[in-house]
């Protein structure tokens, strides 16, 4: 309804656009076990369980924009995303009365859900997977590391390979590290790209489970074929462990047709599996203080003599034709040809030309020797980080998309399309009535184009 657009008293305004969600919020407690009965939800699967998990999730965004911890059910009762569900109030009955909740616990300590829980933290492994893991008597990561009967995805042998890493949370310091290091490239490449976090960081979360790097240029097409230079650079200076790129399917047919709730955009973007040496993050003065910079356009990226002096040394990726796609391909086949090995093989390989990688590249570092009780060779730790390219024009939009959260960009994309009549997505705001694209310079422009007051990206961690 129109009138719950112009709603004054926004704490319980019916979309989440119009509330503020702060990320340090008042009912935590509530919260973290409504995400538990999501979680459960999401990895069952079924468009019924993906129903009952929105549903979960949007009385936990509900509970987050309260000004003060519930006391009581009547303090609820009216929440628009509480009044429906029988389940959730259950729940939250339960917690307010008797402190906990015991169906919450049940699963939390149920043997499918913590397997589940585990598999699906390696990369490449969503729900289904997970489940069917748990359906083979799979039940540990060393099960699926040793089981013959499946076919790893090269996504997946990584996320095995860097469980431990990729399942440590990064640090508001590392992604600013790993954003100066692309900075730097792409300044080099070619001057006046912006380099961007995004994501939870941009929310004002302290960590993350990946990074999320934003990537344009003021002067609208001159992102085109940016991110395979910025990828082969990269590579060049071993920053790249996988890469996984995925080409623009952009066209404006696709922002009049999107698909509801479709929330895969259509940038060039690449996922990628950063190799982040210790030595930048464990002296936070580095970056700053070595005497030895290289100068690269408006960012400065300093690094070690010695290090200096391995990046310009040819590397494994130079030998080949010099194409970032032959590169990618490279891994690619490489692990394929892995395929035929048992995984304990595989391992042994990769380990050993890592160890030879390393070894002829790279001086020792402070923690060699902790870093040797460790897994012997790595000096770096691996990070998930995301690139996107973004050409100028659609820099607001895709901007706003890529800050989140996700329940944000859904529940203001669905404020767009019912109270507004527009469509609108990481590319742009497209007006159904006047059947036309919008154009916004700013996350503020879109934000009035929809009739909506401004949030600050710290208010949208709904
Ligand atoms: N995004 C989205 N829908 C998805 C996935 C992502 O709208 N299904 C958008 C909103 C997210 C942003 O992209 O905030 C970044 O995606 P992440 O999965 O990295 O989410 P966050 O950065 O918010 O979380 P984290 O801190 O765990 O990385
Ligand atoms: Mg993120």
Redesign the pocket.
Known sequence: SSSSASKTCYQDAKYCCQRITPLNHHNKKLTDALEVLEKQADFLGGDNNSSRALAFRKASTALKALPKTVRNMREVENLCDLKGGKHCKRVVQEILEEGFSSEVEDIMNDEWFQTVKIFTGVFGCGAATGRKWFDMKLRSLEDVRRCQDINLTTEQKHGLKFYDDINTPVTRHEADVIQQIVAAEAQQILPGTTVTV???FSRG?TT???V?LLISHPEEGKEEGLLAQILYALHKKDFLEYTDVQNSSYNEAAIRQVKRNQ?MDHFERCFSIFRLPKRLIQDRSELNTDQSTVKLGENTLKMSPKDQANTQRPTLAEEGSGDVEDTTNKTQNQDNSDETGNADDRNVRTQSQDAGLLDSKLTPCVDSEATSLNDGVRDWVARRV?LIITPHSQYAYALM??????MF?RSIRDYANREMNMTLTSHGLFDKTKNALIPAKTQREIFEHLKLQYREPKERNC
């Open positions: 995004t994501g939870g979360k993350g489970h990946d999320d929330v995301d998309g890529w800050i989140g959260s996700r960009n």
